[in-house]
Protein backbone atom coordinates (compact mmCIF):
# COMPACT_ATOMS: atom_id res chain seq x y z
CA UNK A 1 0.00 0.00 0.00
CA UNK A 2 1.12 3.10 -0.90
CA UNK A 3 1.27 6.33 1.58
CA UNK A 4 2.42 9.80 1.35
CA UNK A 5 2.42 11.29 4.38
CA UNK A 6 2.88 15.10 4.92
CA UNK A 7 3.92 17.21 8.01
CA UNK A 8 5.45 20.45 9.31
CA UNK A 9 2.20 22.36 8.84
CA UNK A 10 0.90 25.04 11.40
CA UNK A 11 -0.26 28.67 11.49
CA UNK A 12 2.86 31.12 11.10
CA UNK A 13 3.22 34.68 11.23
CA UNK A 14 4.07 36.72 7.87
CA UNK A 15 7.99 36.46 7.31
CA UNK A 16 8.32 33.27 9.51
CA UNK A 17 9.42 29.73 8.12
CA UNK A 18 8.11 26.10 8.19
CA UNK A 19 9.25 23.24 6.71
CA UNK A 20 7.12 21.02 5.57
CA UNK A 21 7.82 16.81 5.01
CA UNK A 22 6.64 13.84 3.12
CA UNK A 23 7.59 10.55 4.26
CA UNK A 24 6.44 8.15 1.15
CA UNK A 25 6.14 4.26 1.75
CA UNK A 26 5.26 1.47 -0.44
CA UNK A 27 7.10 2.67 -3.66
CA UNK A 28 10.90 2.75 -4.38
CA UNK A 29 11.30 6.25 -3.56
CA UNK A 30 14.35 7.19 -6.00
CA UNK A 31 12.80 6.09 -9.64
CA UNK A 32 10.13 8.70 -8.76
CA UNK A 33 9.79 12.60 -9.22
CA UNK A 34 8.03 14.70 -6.13
CA UNK A 35 6.09 17.47 -6.56
CA UNK A 36 4.29 20.05 -3.81
CA UNK A 37 1.03 21.10 -5.04
CA UNK A 38 -0.95 23.72 -2.63
CA UNK A 39 -4.53 24.19 -3.00
CA UNK A 40 -5.33 27.93 -1.36
CA UNK A 41 -8.81 28.80 -0.16
CA UNK A 42 -11.53 29.13 -2.70
CA UNK A 43 -9.05 28.28 -5.54
CA UNK A 44 -7.50 25.71 -7.35
CA UNK A 45 -4.71 23.42 -7.05
CA UNK A 46 -1.21 24.60 -8.11
CA UNK A 47 2.20 23.35 -8.64
CA UNK A 48 4.41 24.49 -6.14
CA UNK A 49 7.80 22.98 -6.79
CA UNK A 50 9.23 19.95 -8.13
CA UNK A 51 12.40 17.67 -7.48
CA UNK A 52 13.37 15.10 -10.11
CA UNK A 53 14.62 11.73 -9.41
CA UNK A 54 18.04 13.12 -10.41
CA UNK A 55 17.78 16.10 -7.99
CA UNK A 56 16.97 18.98 -10.33
CA UNK A 57 14.31 21.46 -8.92
CA UNK A 58 11.86 23.80 -10.34
CA UNK A 59 9.61 26.58 -8.54
CA UNK A 60 6.73 28.42 -9.28
CA UNK A 61 7.20 31.79 -10.01
CA UNK A 62 5.85 32.89 -6.55
CA UNK A 63 8.03 30.80 -4.42
CA UNK A 64 11.24 31.28 -6.35
CA UNK A 65 13.82 32.71 -3.86
CA UNK A 66 12.00 31.57 -0.78
CA UNK A 67 10.62 28.35 -0.62
CA UNK A 68 13.44 25.32 -1.25
CA UNK A 69 12.24 22.09 -2.34
CA UNK A 70 15.02 18.87 -1.42
CA UNK A 71 14.77 14.74 -1.15
CA UNK A 72 16.16 12.45 1.25
CA UNK A 73 16.38 9.36 -0.63
CA UNK A 74 17.61 7.39 2.21
CA UNK A 75 14.52 8.14 4.29
CA UNK A 76 11.79 7.94 1.37
CA UNK A 77 11.43 11.70 2.13
CA UNK A 78 11.02 15.20 0.37
CA UNK A 79 10.86 18.70 2.08
CA UNK A 80 9.74 21.89 1.39
CA UNK A 81 11.14 24.62 3.39
CA UNK A 82 9.10 27.66 3.14
CA UNK A 83 10.94 31.30 4.55
CA UNK A 84 9.52 34.34 4.38
CA UNK A 85 5.99 33.21 4.19
CA UNK A 86 3.53 35.64 3.13
CA UNK A 87 -0.51 35.42 3.14
CA UNK A 88 -1.09 34.52 0.00
CA UNK A 89 0.57 31.28 0.82
CA UNK A 90 -1.89 30.34 3.28
CA UNK A 91 -2.94 26.80 1.55
CA UNK A 92 -3.16 23.09 1.90
CA UNK A 93 0.36 21.43 0.82
CA UNK A 94 -0.01 18.34 -1.00
CA UNK A 95 2.66 15.90 -2.03
CA UNK A 96 2.49 14.34 -5.02
CA UNK A 97 4.83 11.53 -6.67
CA UNK A 98 5.13 10.47 -9.98
CA UNK A 99 7.43 7.63 -12.44
CA UNK A 100 7.82 7.29 -16.11
CA UNK A 101 5.65 4.03 -15.89
CA UNK A 102 2.00 6.41 -15.68
CA UNK A 103 2.28 5.58 -11.44
CA UNK A 104 0.87 8.38 -9.57
CA UNK A 105 0.28 8.99 -5.68
CA UNK A 106 -1.35 11.72 -3.51
CA UNK A 107 -0.69 12.97 0.06
CA UNK A 108 -4.03 13.89 2.35
CA UNK A 109 -2.41 17.34 2.51
CA UNK A 110 -1.37 19.52 5.70
CA UNK A 111 -2.56 23.40 6.15
CA UNK A 112 -0.20 25.96 6.33
CA UNK A 113 -1.58 29.02 7.62
CA UNK A 114 -0.14 32.38 7.28
CA UNK A 115 -0.99 35.36 9.82
CA UNK A 116 -0.72 39.05 8.73
Known amino acids: QVQLVESGGGLVQRGGSLKLSCVASGIIFNIYAMRWYRQPPGKERELVAT???????NYADSVKGRFTVSRDNAKNTVYLQMNSLQAEDTAVYYCYCSNFGGSNYWGQGTQVTVSS
Open 51 to 57: ITRDGRT
